[in-house]
């Protein structure tokens, strides 16, 4: 793998790091009591840190959200690591009866609602229900979901599988008592490369990456994990960001 490309996660780090320290300090500044709270520490960073980076993110994968999410989603969706409430514009109106965010980072929830709310999704409404859960909480989930369960038509999650705790257990506890039977998962991830030079690079760089981004992974191979999904796309060649699409459908 060329050096250029094995370092160019080196500028994204940088920015990352600069952009969320500084705010994160001013707010432990003015309570102290946050240093005995790491969790909310890393989470006021990765806060400001998508402040950053989310916008370009989201711009990065539109054409791939265009077809996957606005074509499909449909029902009752559930937004897995919702973070600022981008997916929220892929949704066609019409087909999409309500939008549950699983976001659990509260530091985010304000921006998201302002999001959904310009989309015409409102929790007075019942059109809008934000989850300060992380998707490993299965039974948090299902117990702010009416019955009969499982009550979700269509799940999605985009750039989140990367992050989340015990990635295998929580797919298949999703799509097992979250997800009805003929509903949908729509999948947007990076994942684990297949070229072994990229693979080491990927490795390499993980811990640092999971420090600055909350947990994000680049080695992880969540493609595999869901394999059953079919119509998948991607990039080839040397990205330490590469990336799968696809849609499964229960039986």
């Known amino acids: 793998m060329r050096l250029d490309a094995a370092f160019g996660v080196v500028t994204d780090l940088r920015l990352g790091f600069v952009g969320g320290l500084w705010p994160t300090i001013i707010?432990?500044?003015?309570?102290?009591?946050?240093?005995?709270?790491?969790?909310?520490?890393?989470?006021?960073f990765m806060s400001h840190v998508w402040d950053l980076y989310g916008d370009s993110a989201d711009e990065a994968g539109r054409a791939v959200k265009n077809g996957l999410i606005t074509p499909h989603a449909y029902g009752v969706v559930l937004d897995l690591g919702a973070g600022h409430g981008h997916t929220i514009n892929y949704l066609d109106h019409s087909r999409v009866?309500?939008?549950?965010?699983?976001?659990?980072?509260?530091?985010?929830?304000?921006?998201?609602?302002r999001t959904a709310s310009a989309a015409g999704y409102n929790e007075d409404a019942g059109t809008l229900l934000i989850l300060p859960c992380g998707a490993e909480n299965i039974s948090t989930i299902l117990s702010y979901l009416p019955a009969p369960h499982p009550p979700v038509d269509t799940l999605?999650?985009?750039?989140?599988l990367c992050s989340i705790p015990s990635p295998q257990s929580t797919i298949s506890s999703l799509v097992t008592e979250v997800l009805k039977p003929g509903g949908q998962m729509l999948f947007y991830e990076h994942v684990l490369s297949e070229r072994e030079d990229v693979v080491w690079w990927q490795r390499f760089?993980?811990?640092?990456?999971?420090?600055?981004?909350?947990g994000c992974r680049l080695d992880r191979p969540s493609?595999?994990?869901?394999?059953?999904?079919?119509?998948?796309?991607?990039?080839?060649?040397?990205?330490l960001f590469w990336h799968r699409v696809g849609r499964l459908v229960k039986a």
Not at 27 to 41: D, G, M, T
Not at 223 to 239: F, K, L
Request: net charge negative; proline share 6%; charged share 20%.
């Open 205 to 214: 760089w993980t811990p640092l990456w999971g420090i600055v981004f909350d």
């Open 156 to 160: 999605i999650s985009v750039l989140t």
């Open 27 to 44: 707010a432990i500044w003015h309570v102290p009591s946050l240093l005995f709270q790491p969790l909310e520490i890393s989470r006021i």
């Open 223 to 239: 493609h595999r994990w869901i394999e059953d999904v079919g119509g998948w796309e991607g990039e080839t060649g040397e990205c």
């Open 97 to 113: 009866t309500k939008y549950v965010a699983v976001e659990p980072n509260v530091h985010m929830h304000a921006k998201l609602r």
